[in-house]
């Protein structure tokens, strides 16, 4: 399987030909639009587009802007290819604020949208995909998909923040040869849930480093670590990646962080 970070946590896995993409992102500047001016300047993640109209599936761990990109996933799926996604959350009003962006652009593009719960598979072209379960920091609904093709099994995990399922997950589908990892240990500061939480609402370098031990991966990869930081609202923590890869190492975890765009041949 042919792996390829398209930056923040935009992940293109390639078998056979066929291809499917991981919360892929088009136009950053997109995410914090609906913040007007208190978002002016805030840095951008560098990102690259994906193959064109090859996409048998298009995953989507959650549906915040960043990661739930309509152009994006237009840009990659073949005619009819689906976009999978986790459950609704069943709320209205201010429970369903961060989603609606999304939400209303996926809308109006018109995909064949499928909610797949946790520990459900699917199966597109050569891939199985599989939804296993992952937190939000803000209580949004959230999976993390694992992909497997040819006797290969890679994980990403949207930007989970850390939980207890590392354990089950392992035992269920491990053992995982790449584990994409959200590092960026972002507190936040959203209007609509407050009081605001002091905690990560994503992975920490550290935090991720336990979550790849315990997940046994072989190899572990920074995502979602580059990028953004509005005061008061988002606030990632500086050199997410690298600490990330010193963290990893210490627990015996190899590590590697990608350039983006860059390609790796993963193999069982």
Same mark, same amino acid.
């Given at each position: 399987?042919?792996?390829?970070?398209?930056? %923040?946590?935009?992940?293109?896995?390639? @078998?056979?030909?066929?291809?499917?993409? &991981?919360?892929? =992102?088009?136009?950053?500047?997109?995410?914090?639009?609906?913040? #007007?001016?208190?978002?002016?300047?805030?840095?951008?993640?560098?990102?690259?587009?994906?193959?064109?109209?090859?996409?048998?599936?298009?995953?989507?761990?959650? =549906?915040?802007?960043?990661?739930?990109?309509?152009?994006?996933?237009?840009?990659?799926?073949?005619?009819?290819?689906? &976009?999978?996604?986790?459950?609704?959350?069943?709320?209205?009003?201010?429970?369903?604020?961060?989603?609606?962006?999304?939400?209303?652009?996926?809308?109006?593009?018109?995909?064949?949208?499928?909610? *797949?719960?946790? %520990?459900? @598979? &699917?199966?597109?072209?050569?891939?199985?995909?599989?939804?296993?379960?992952?937190?939000?920091?803000?209580?949004?609904?959230?999976?993390? %998909?694992?992909?497997?093709?040819?006797?290969?099994?890679?994980?990403?995990?949207?930007?989970?923040?850390?939980?207890?399922? %590392?354990?089950?997950?392992?035992?269920?589908?491990?053992?995982?040869?790449?584990?994409?990892?959200? *590092?960026?240990?972002?507190?936040?500061?959203?209007?609509?849930?407050?009081?605001?939480?002091?905690?990560?609402?994503?992975?920490?370098?550290?935090? #991720?480093?336990?979550?790849?031990?315990?997940?046994?991966?072989?190899?572990?990869?920074?995502?979602?670590?580059?990028?953004?930081?509005?005061?008061?609202?988002?606030?990632? *923590?500086?050199?997410?990646?690298?600490?990330?890869?010193?963290?990893?190492?210490?627990?015996?975890?190899?590590?590697?962080?990608?350039?983006?765009?860059? @390609?790796?041949?993963?193999?069982?």
């Amino acid at each position: 399987m042919n792996l390829t970070w398209l930056g %923040w946590a935009g992940v293109e896995l390639e @078998s056979g030909g066929a291809t499917v993409v &991981v919360d892929p =992102l088009d136009d950053p500047a997109a995410v914090f639009a609906p913040l #007007g001016d208190h978002a002016a300047g805030t840095p951008l993640p560098e990102v690259v587009a994906p193959r064109a109209g090859t996409a048998v599936a298009g995953l989507v761990t959650h =549906l915040h802007r960043d990661h739930a990109d309509a152009r994006a996933l237009a840009t990659a799926l073949a005619p009819t290819a689906p &976009v999978l996604e986790p459950p609704a959350g069943g709320g209205e009003g201010l429970e369903e604020l961060a989603l609606a962006q999304a939400e209303y652009e996926l809308t109006a593009a018109g995909f064949d949208r499928t909610r *797949v719960t946790p %520990w459900e @598979s &699917v199966a597109a072209g050569p891939f199985t995909l599989t939804a296993l379960p992952a937190a939000d920091g803000v209580g949004d609904p959230q999976v993390a %998909w694992l992909v497997e093709a040819g006797g290969v099994r890679v994980l990403h995990l949207g930007d989970t923040m850390f939980h207890g399922y %590392w354990w089950r997950m392992a035992l269920r589908h491990g053992p995982f040869d790449v584990v994409l990892v959200p *590092v960026n240990g972002a507190v936040l500061g959203f209007p609509h849930r407050t009081p605001a939480s002091p905690l990560p609402a994503a992975l920490d370098p550290e935090q #991720g480093a336990v979550a790849a031990e315990i997940l046994g991966a072989r190899l572990a990869i920074p995502i979602h670590a580059e990028g953004y930081e509005i005061d008061g609202v988002y606030q990632p *923590v500086p050199d997410a990646a690298e600490r990330f890869a010193a963290a990893a190492a210490e627990r015996g975890v190899r590590a590697r962080v990608l350039d983006v765009g860059e @390609s790796i041949e993963v193999s069982g």
